[in-house]
């Protein structure tokens, strides 16, 4: 059964990464895990038996079915990847960056703290606050 869940939630698509004429052997092969010289070989042998058919369906399956590349698969991986550069970037430029800079940006990230705690101490210290935690004891 779990087997059967994995299999459903794959998509066919035509392989543009690996195409020929159209990537539909291509995409053929990465769905059902074949080799792809055996399916492009057992396509050709299909032109050969019955040539209107076969093209009939390749061009059927050429203007049917989407192409995707293999960066299309992977979108989350290009995500994280262009993130980890991103924090790369950052760290470089942390670590060129001189120490005043780096000193000014402390001070900014506790000024920011200092306003959050003040607010905070402001909500808890309100009669409202009160108010509401008195409800929440009923």
Known sequence: MRA???TSERRFYRDADRALLGGVCAGLAGY?????????????????MAMP???IG???VVFLIPAA???VYDRAAEREYLKREKKHKQDKARAASPPSAI???VRQRCRS????????????TSRRFQLEQEFRRL
């Open 32 to 48: 059902l895990g074949f080799n792809l010289k055996m399916t492009r070989c057992l396509a050709f042998i299909a032109f050969l």
């Open 69 to 71: 590349s293999g960066r």
């Open 103 to 105: 000193a000014d940006e």
């Open 113 to 124: 703290l200092d306003a959050r705690l003040a607010r905070l101490e402001k909500h808890v």
């Open 4 to 6: 059967m869940g994995a």
């Open 53 to 55: 058919i076969a093209v």
């Open 58 to 60: 390749y061009l059927a």
